[in-house]
């Protein structure tokens, strides 16, 4: 019961924190969606069948197995740089080997691609966001710095919405 109350809240938090800062996935000269902008979620859309269902992804045990801390910093990412979205106020991307090859053109992300994103306020990790590329589209992962999930899935709104705007779902990270 407390650990469900502490996901609406944060839920509730976060999907504050992106509508007071416009992320959305509508283009500029549209308006954006007002109070309707739903929350961040943690389940899946329902496959058609059990044929369909997508293996379990465990993101945050990958990049920890991976120790992500040690991946290639993305472009312009060498160091923390000021954050462009509802990320706090400093991030750092990190690409994952697989994501890496990624760079050298194509126009979209290799299969099995993880784009880690380490999330700071004030100095301090708050958060940590990532993207693994999977046969399904985009698997979404955020976490606090606990490793309490926010947000985790595929399909999951705001950062579905958001990256669309981006290449091949990524916007801190522009491939050739």
């Known amino acids: 019961m ?25 283009p500029p000269n549209e308006p954006a969606q007002g ?25 945050l045990d990958e990049l920890k197995a991976a120790d992500y801390t040690q991946w290639t910093p993305a472009p312009g990412n060498e160091s923390r740089v000021a954050a462009k979205g509802p990320h706090g106020d400093e ?5 994952d080997p697989t994501a890496e090859k990624g760079l050298a053109g194509g126009g979209e992300w290799p299969l099995d691609s993880i784009i880690a994103k380490d999330i700071f306020q004030d100095g301090e990790l ?11 589209g985009w698997y979404w992962g955020e976490w606090d710095e606990q490793g309490t999930p926010i947000a985790e899935g595929l399909a999951v709104e705001p950062c579905e919405g958001c990256h669309a705007n ?11």
């Open 166 to 176: 981006g290449t091949d779902g990524t916007l801190g990270v522009v491939l050739k």
């Open 126 to 136: 708050v958060q940590i966001a990532a993207m693994k590329k999977t046969a399904d």
């Open 91 to 95: 991030v750092q991307i990190l690409l």
């Open 35 to 59: 109070a309707g902008t739903p929350a961040p979620q943690t389940e899946t859309s329902q496959p058609s069948s059990t044929a369909d269902v997508p293996e379990p992804v465990n993101l």
């Open 2 to 26: 407390k650990s469900d109350l502490r996901l609406i809240v944060v839920s509730a938090t976060l999907a504050c924190a992106i509508a007071l800062t416009g992320c959305s996935a509508t």
